[in-house]
């Protein structure tokens, strides 16, 4: 039987192999340029994420969402109001 693959309680998806981020990146292309938050506002979000109670395994469970699928929307908000 093969073992599923597990990752850190408070890892995000760029933190596995490249294999693993596939899904991540084809979702964070489909969000048009203009719509997505700059990069400096995106990777201060995450730090946010990170550090956060709701993240488990890459996911916030205030949403459901991936945390970084949900951070790199420009009008995006967390859920619980910390960015
Ligand atoms: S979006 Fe907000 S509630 Fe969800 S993991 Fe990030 S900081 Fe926590």
């Given at each position: 039987m093969e073992e599923k693959k597990r990752i850190c309680?408070?890892?995000?998806?760029?933190?596995?192999a490249e294999e693993d981020q596939k899904d991540l990146k084809k979702y964070l292309a489909m969000i048009k340029p203009a719509d997505r938050a700059e990069e400096g506002e995106y990777e201060r979000r995450l730090s946010i994420c990170r550090e956060?109670?709701?993240?488990?395994e890459a996911t916030?469970?205030?949403?459901?969402?991936?945390a970084e699928f949900r951070a790199y929307g420009k009008r995006a908000r967390c859920p619980k109001k910390k960015w």
């Open positions: 309680v408070r890892c995000l998806l760029r933190d596995l956060c109670s709701f993240l488990e916030c469970l205030a949403c459901g969402c991936y």
